[in-house]
């Protein structure tokens, strides 16, 4: 399985494959119970994010975040939902993202500015990979991932404060064949 444009970020491609990893079966997803952070890489649990999905009516209820997001982009969202107030006006299409990893059941990949209200901003890539719940190993529960600073205009996060997320790119996990 392969992105259409490489992963830009080493912390995600070492998620990619650990959650790779897990998988049981062909056609399937690794399940929340198996996706264990102690047996993840150190490096990239600062990155890492855990969202519960909700379908009817669909919302994304962010569970946990790393402190690398914590701390870097000064949002702590855990137990909030993805709202204007939690992502700003573009949430709809951060929203729709999570969508897409439900309805699909593959990982995505987004490219994302994240701007600051004094107009410094980042470029983040963001993995999104699909997880079943332990009874229905069929059907997306939870979407974790990792994000990583790939570009932007902030030297330092020390300046930095998130407010706006807006979607630039995102790209659908293909089977390539061999």
């Known amino acids: 399985m392969a992105f259409a444009t490489p992963l830009k970020s080493e912390i995600n491609a070492k998620l990619l494959s650990y959650w790779q990893s897990l998988i049981t079966a062909p ?10 952070p102690i047996d993840m890489p150190r490096e990239i649990l600062p990155h ?3 969202c519960q999905i909700s379908p009817d009516p669909f919302e994304v209820l962010i569970r ?3 402190t690398y997001i914590v701390e870097r982009a000064g949002q702590h969202h855990s137990g909030k939902t993805i709202t204007a107030e939690t992502f700003g006006t573009d ?8 969508r897409k990893v439900y309805e699909e059941a593959v990982p995505l990949v987004t490219e994302e500015r994240v701007a600051s209200p004094d107009g410094l901003y980042v470029v983040m890539e963001v993995l999104h990979l699909p997880l079943a719940d332990g009874d229905c190993k069929d059907k997306v529960s939870f979407v974790t991932g990792s994000l990583d600073i790939i570009g932007g205009n902030s030297k330092s996060w020390m300046e930095f404060r998130a407010q706006q997320w807006s979607v630039i ?4 996990l293909h089977s390539v064949a061999a």
């Open 64 to 66: 946990l975040q790393g």
């Open 27 to 36: 056609e399937t997803m690794p399940t929340r119970p198996a996706y264990c």
């Open 91 to 98: 949430y709809r299409a951060v929203k729709q993202v999570y």
């Open 169 to 172: 790119r995102s790209d659908l």
């Open 48 to 50: 890492v994010f855990l």
